[in-house]
């Protein structure tokens, strides 16, 4: 289970959101960051975890 300080996200309830949206994913080595964006750019959601760097790559999967 992941603490506060550990994970950050938030989303935005948005009822006009127009097809296309796009999702990134950022695989480091001190967290994971995922973000969805409309056509114009406009952030939708975003969450970042962070990973335990001391428990090796297979931890962050």
């Known amino acids: 289970m992941l603490t506060d300080s550990e994970q950050q996200s938030?989303?935005?309830s948005v009822t006009d959101v127009k097809l296309p949206?796009?999702?990134?994913?950022d695989?480091?080595?001190?967290?994971i960051k995922i973000g969805?964006?409309?056509d114009n750019g406009?952030?939708?959601?975003?969450q970042r975890i962070?990973?335990?760097q001391e428990k090796g790559p297979e931890d962050g999967v």
Do not use: E, K, N, Q
Not at 21 to 25: P, T
Not at 42 to 46: F, M, P, T
């Open 27 to 31: 695989v480091g080595g001190t967290g």
């Open 36 to 38: 969805i964006v409309d």
């Open 21 to 25: 949206i796009y999702a990134g994913i």
């Open 10 to 12: 938030f989303d935005v």
């Open 50 to 52: 962070l990973t335990h």
């Open 42 to 46: 406009r952030v939708l959601a975003y």
